[in-house]
């Protein structure tokens, strides 16, 4: 059972493969959003330095549609968002930008900075036994930051992680609430880098 649960844990679009996204409508279906408070709990340390931004729509590059599996008694299901991902990343994303102050143009070519967000990795597993469980996810999102005048780019790549070995149910919905901080987590470390200021104070 170790072995099956390491294996398992690896998951997401290596594991299902092709074949899921052919059956996306079956397993479960989870609400995935960012908190309700997010924008306003946003540290804001990503400074635009008087440039102004035009976010392109997050681009999911997950082999899978697949967010998670939930494990029961030997039993897999998988469980998809209702929600498209990259949709709920690039109203995120869009926020956190006008929270922190940072510009945005009215159109593409008018902007200093074109950010490109990539989702590449979002994917969870719950196994619930007979009497203890363990539930853990990951996230990776990949940012590059374009200066289309200068022929110029800057990438920077921020993961998450979360892991609970108590409360865990079989129940889709306690997932749900996991994988709902994870993506608060990965939208609001954007923000909370300082790593990019650099480069955007050269463009």
């Not at 539930?135 to 110029?152: C, D, P």
């Not at 749900?176 to 955007?200: D, G």
Request: aromatic letters at 8%; charged letters at 25%; proline letters at 3%.
């Amino acid at each position: 059972m170790k072995k099956r649960w390491r294996g398992f844990c690896l998951l997401s679009g290596a594991f299902f493969g092709a074949s899921l996204w052919a059956a996306s409508d079956m397993g479960q279906r989870l609400d995935l959003q960012v908190a309700s408070d997010f924008a306003g709990q946003l540290q804001c340390n990503l400074s635009g330095h008087s440039r102004t931004f035009w976010i392109d729509p997050v681009e999911d590059k997950r082999s899978s549609p697949v967010v998670a599996v939930l494990l029961h008694n030997d039993q897999e299901t998988p469980v998809y968002s209702e929600k498209p991902l990259e949709v709920v990343l690039t109203k995120a994303l869009k926020e956190g930008f006008e929270k922190c102050g940072l510009k945005t143009a009215t159109h593409r070519q008018a902007a200093d900075i074109w950010v490109l967000p990539r989702l590449e990795k979002f994917s969870g597993a719950s196994k619930k036994g007979w009497i203890k469980g363990e539930a853990k996810s990951e996230a990776t999102l990949t940012l590059q930051f374009v200066a289309h005048k200068k022929g110029t780019d800057f990438s920077e790549t921020v993961s998450v992680g979360e892991e609970q070995k108590k409360g865990i149910s079989k129940n889709p919905k306690k997932l749900e609430k996991m994988l709902n901080v994870l993506l608060t987590r990965l939208a609001s470390q954007v923000f909370e880098s300082s790593t990019p200021n650099t480069w955007l104070a050269e463009q």
